[in-house]
C-alpha cells in the first residue's frame, strides 16, 4: 500500500514544475541583462560604463580592439563582459575555449583567434577594467 495519495503526488509534481519554471525565468532574466550590455552600462566595480572601458582599451590596445570591433558578436561580447563584475570578467575570460580544425579558438563569440592573441586581448581587457577602476 502506497502511504502516497494521488492527490498528493499531483500536488508535489505541480510545485516542482512551478520550481523548475520559476527557477528557469530567473536563469532567463540574468542572461538577458548580461546580453543587454551597452555603451552606458556601469561597469561594475569602477566609475566608468562600457563606453569608457572600450575607449581605454582602443588607446591601450588599438590592434586588439580593431580585432574585437570587427565582428558585431565580438563587439557585443565585449560590452557584455566589461559589463561583469570584476571576478565574474575574469572567471569569463579564463574560461578554456575550444579549437577548430586550424588550431584558431573562439573568444568574444567569434572564431579565429591564436592563443597568443585571445592572451594578449584577455590582458589588454584586464588592463582597460583596471585603468577604469583607477578613476
Known amino acids: 500500500m502506497s502511504t502516497l495519495s494521488r492527490p498528493l503526488v499531483r500536488r508535489c509534481a505541480s510545485v516542482l514544475a512551478g520550481t523548475a519554471v520559476a527557477a528557469a525565468g530567473i ?5 538577458t541583462a548580461s546580453a543587454d550590455a551597452g555603451p552606458s552600462t556601469p561597469m561594475a566595480g569602477t ?4 563606453a569608457q572601458g572600450e575607449r581605454a582599451l582602443r588607446a591601450e590596445a588599438p590592434d586588439i580592439y580593431a580585432h574585437i570591433e570587427q565582428y558585431p558578436t565580438s563587439a557585443q561580447g565585449l560590452e557584455n563582459v566589461l559589463a561583469l563584475s ?12 575550444p579549437y577548430n580544425d586550424s588550431g584558431l579558438m573562439k573568444f568574444l563569440g567569434v572564431s579565429g583567434w591564436s592563443h ?13 577594467a583596471a585603468d577604469c577602476a583607477a578613476y
Open 27 to 31: 536563469g532567463l532574466a540574468a542572461g
Open 47 to 50: 566609475n566608468c560604463v562600457v
Open 86 to 97: 570584476p571576478g565574474d570578467r575574469a572567471d569569463d575570460l579564463s574560461i578554456a575555449h
Open 116 to 128: 597568443d592573441e585571445r592572451h594578449a586581448a584577455t590582458a589588454a581587457i584586464e588592463q582597460a
